[in-house]
């Protein structure tokens, strides 16, 4: 047959896909020649927020004290129990970054609620509306008198039965106020 041109078409998925990664690329300052060099941007926190503190204060050295750590979840949001229930990714996690202070206990929470999660479709252990983590710790013996600071961060997967989060971080900060004889 001459005088017949045949053209390949690309399929209409393709073109969508890469129309996108190329409006993507634009619209973040990327040329498609350059590549990706992003520096990922922190996204919402999806319906959880996280407020910590100690039980009292002031402290005196070598004294104990338990840090209580509050989640607090939007309507329809649930986190996952301290428990490992078959999936690394579920756990939600807590850690502490403080100067002076030695963990005495595990890491403790409230009364999880057994659901039935749509999206692993099965039975897990979730904390809906508020959490509750608290651990004990003693303040070390020759720690000096003054305020420090004692950081952490809540590493936790959030779903609310139609889509799930990847594991996230929030940070938290509370303070102690150390005191040598009598308090003041």
């Excluded at 970054?97 to 403790?108: K, L, T």
């Excluded at 950081?151 to 971080?169: E, M, S, V």
Aim: proline share 8%; glycine share 8%.
């Amino acid at each position: 047959m001459s005088g017949v041109t045949t053209h390949k078409t690309v399929p209409p998925l393709i073109l969508v896909v890469g129309g996108f990664w190329f409006l993507g690329t634009l619209l973040a300052g990327v040329s498609p020649a350059r590549g990706f060099e992003l520096t990922p941007k922190p996204s919402p926190t999806v319906g959880v927020h996280v407020t910590a503190f100690i039980d009292h204060e002031p402290l005196q050295p070598a004294e104990h004290f338990r840090l209580n750590v509050v989640v607090s979840l939007d309507e329809g949001w649930h986190i996952y129990s301290l428990e490992s229930q078959g999936d690394i990714s579920l756990p939600t996690r807590v850690d502490v970054d403080a100067r002076g202070v030695v963990p005495i206990s595990d890491w403790q929470e409230s009364p999880p609620t057994i659901m039935n999660d749509q999206i692993l479709q099965r039975m897990v252990k979730v904390h809906l509306d508020r959490a509750e983590f608290r651990r004990d710790f003693a303040v070390e013996p020759d720690l000096g008198p003054g305020h420090y600071l004692i950081r952490g961060t809540l590493q936790f997967r959030a779903c609310d039965n139609r889509i799930c989060t990847l594991p996230r971080k929030l940070e938290f900060t509370t303070r102690m106020r150390i005191v040598t004889g009598d308090r003041v």
